[in-house]
Antibody
Framework: QVTLKESGPTLVRPTQTLTLTCSFSGFSLSTDAVGVGWIRQPPGKALEWLGLIYWDDEKLYSPSLKSRLTITKDKSINQVVLSLTNMNPADTGTYYC??????????????WGRGTLVNVSS | SYELTQPPSVSVSPGQTARITCSGD??????TFWYQQKPGQAPVLMIFKDSERPSGIPERFAGFSVGTTATLAISGVQAEDEADYYC??????????FGGGTKLTVL
C-alpha cells in the first residue's frame, strides 16, 4: 500500500526558506520511471504543479519557480525534500506530495499525501 | 500555449450526465489526466491517459479527447460527485500543468 505524508513548518516568515519533507512507503524510488512530485494549492484556488524528481535523480521544475525551488531525495530513508527560497505571502497554501507511477513519455499522480498547510506571514 | 482551460463551473441534476471540458493546444499530442477534489481533501485520480479508469473508480466516470479538447463525462451523476475537478497534462518539455479547475454542482 502506497502512502505519502508531508511534514514541515506551518508558519514561515517572508524571505525565509521553506523546507518540506515527503515521507513515503509502499514503493521505492529505485524503481524504473517512478517519481515523486510536489503540488500546491493556495486557499480557495487551483492546483499548481511545482516540480518532480524521478528514480534516476532527473528533476523537472515549474518555470515560474525554477530559480527558487530545489527537490532532492534520499532513497535510503524513503524521503523527498522540497526547498523553496525567498518565501512570500503568495506562497501560502497547502503543499502536497504525490506518487508518479512508472510510465513512458508522460507522468501523472496516482496517489497523493494529505497535504500540509503553510502560511507565510510576518 | 502552455495552459489548460476549464469552465469555472458546471451544474447538473442528479441522474443526468455532466461534461467537463479541458482545452489546450498541447492536448492533441499529450495525454490528459483528471482529478477529483472534495473540500478539505487531497485530489484523487479519476482518469489517466485520456480515458483509462484506475481501479475503484466507478464506471460512470469516463474520459475522452478529441483535438485540443479533453472531456470528463460523468453519467448518472450522484450527489457524492459534487466536487472540484482538475485536468492535468504534460508539456513536451516534461513539465506539467493543471487546468484552473471546474466546480461541479449537483442541483
Amino acid at each position: 500500500q502506497v502512502t505519502l505524508k508531508e511534514s514541515g513548518p506551518t508558519l514561515v516568515r517572508p524571505t525565509q526558506t521553506l523546507t518540506l519533507t515527503c515521507s513515503f512507503s509502499g514503493f521505492s524510488l529505485s524503481t524504473d520511471a517512478v517519481g515523486v512530485g510536489w503540488i500546491r494549492q493556495p486557499p480557495g484556488k487551483a492546483l499548481e504543479w511545482l516540480g518532480l524528481i524521478y528514480w534516476d535523480d532527473e528533476k523537472l521544475y515549474s518555470p515560474s519557480l525554477k530559480s527558487r525551488l530545489t527537490i532532492t531525495k534520499d532513497k535510503s530513508i524513503n524521503q523527498v525534500v522540497l526547498s523553496l527560497t525567498n518565501m512570500n505571502p503568495a506562497d501560502t497554501g497547502t503543499y502536497y506530495c504525490a506518487h508518479i507511477p512508472g510510465s513512458g513519455g508522460y507522468w501523472y499522480f496516482d496517489l497523493w499525501g494529505r497535504g500540509t498547510l503553510v502560511n507565510v506571514s510576518s | 500555449s502552455y495552459e489548460l482551460t476549464q469552465p469555472p463551473s458546471v451544474s447538473v441534476s442528479p441522474g443526468q450526465t455532466a461534461r467537463i471540458t479541458c482545452s489546450g493546444d498541447l492536448l492533441p499530442r499529450q495525454y490528459t489526466f483528471w482529478y477529483q477534489q472534495k473540500p478539505g481533501q487531497a485530489p484523487v485520480l479519476m482518469i489517466f491517459k485520456d480515458s483509462e479508469r484506475p481501479s475503484g473508480i466507478p464506471e460512470r466516470f469516463a474520459g475522452f479527447s478529441v483535438g485540443t479538447t479533453a472531456t470528463l463525462a460523468i453519467s448518472g451523476v450522484q450527489a457524492e460527485d459534487e466536487a472540484d475537478y482538475y485536468c492535468q497534462s504534460v508539456h513536451i518539455t516534461g513539465k506539467g500543468l493543471f487546468g484552473g479547475g471546474t466546480k461541479l454542482t449537483v442541483l
